[in-house]
C-alpha cells in the first residue's frame, strides 16, 4: 500500500466533491474508508456572498457530525481554514454569482484536505470552479 499524505487526502476530497449524486457518493465514500480515509460531502447552492460563513460553518459541522474531525479546536480550525482557502481561490469566479455544487471533506491522521467544486453563474449559463486546500492537525 503506498503512503498516504497530503496529495492522496486532497485526491480523496476531490474525487468525493465530483460524485454525481448520493449513491455515488457513498460509493466512493466505502472505497475511502476501506484505505482508512474518512470523509464527507455536503451540497451546497445559493448566493457566493452569503455562502461563505454559510460554507464554513456546514464543513465543520459534517466533518464533526460524520467522525471526520473531532471537536478539538485545532480540528475545527483546519477545517475552516481549509475550506476558506478553497473558497478564495473561487472567489473571483464566483463574486456576486449564484453557486450550486458539493463541498467535501477528507482525513487520513493528521492530513485534512477540503475541496469545493460549484457551478457557478446566472441561469444555465454557467462556468466550473474548484477549490483545494489541506492543512495538518
Known sequence: MTEIGSKEITAAAVKMAVTADR????????LLNDKGIRSVAIDY???FMT?????????????KREGVIG???AEEGAVAGAAH???????????GLNLGGKIAIARY???????????VGLLNLNDVAMGVAHRAV
Request: hydrophobic share 45%; with cysteine.
Open 23 to 30: 449513491t455515488e457518493e457513498q460509493h466512493m465514500k466505502g
Open 45 to 47: 447552492g445559493g448566493d
Open 51 to 63: 455562502a461563505i460563513p454559510k460554507i464554513l460553518e456546514r464543513a465543520v459541522v459534517a466533518a
Open 71 to 73: 471537536s478539538t479546536h
Open 85 to 95: 482557502e478553497a473558497i478564495n481561490q473561487i472567489a473571483s469566479k464566483a463574486l
Open 109 to 119: 491522521g493528521t492530513h485534512i484536505a477540503v475541496c469545493v467544486f460549484f457551478a
